[in-house]
């Protein structure tokens, strides 16, 4: 089994920042991509940021500039660093990693919560 578990979400006023953490355990031989995908109310699940491990990163358009996406694959570890929020960025924020077991499979996390509000 693989479970993946974000962290630190929370409540912050524009322009501040917040860094999410993504831990992956379980039967995992190696991890080729984590992505931090986010879903807003009455909104689509939209890809934020995705890495591989080799360091490879893509950006949404509206992450561009203000996150930040990176693998540490000693502890198989995403984060996302995000700074210069903005109210649109509240969202529930899902980890997502493509690992390789006994087979290549997708993995999500519960999701955590992010609130731009002043």
């Known amino acids: 089994q693989v479970q993946l578990v974000e962290s630190g979400g929370g409540l912050v006023q524009p322009g501040g920042s917040l860094r999410l953490s993504c831990a992956a355990s379980g039967s995992i031989v190696t991890i080729n991509v984590m992505s931090w995908y986010r879903q807003g109310p009455g909104l689509q699940r939209e890809l934020v940021a995705a890495v591989t491990s080799g360091g490879r990163t893509n950006y949404a358009d509206s992450a561009k500039g203000r996150f930040t996406i990176s693998m540490d694959n000693v502890k198989n570890t995403a984060y996302l660093e995000m700074n210069s929020l903005k109210p649109e960025d509240s969202a529930v924020y899902y980890c997502?990693?493509?690992?390789?077991?006994?087979?290549?499979?997708?993995?999500w996390g519960q999701g955590t919560q992010v609130t731009v509000s002043s």
């Open positions: 997502n990693a493509e690992i390789r077991t006994s087979y290549v499979g997708s993995w």
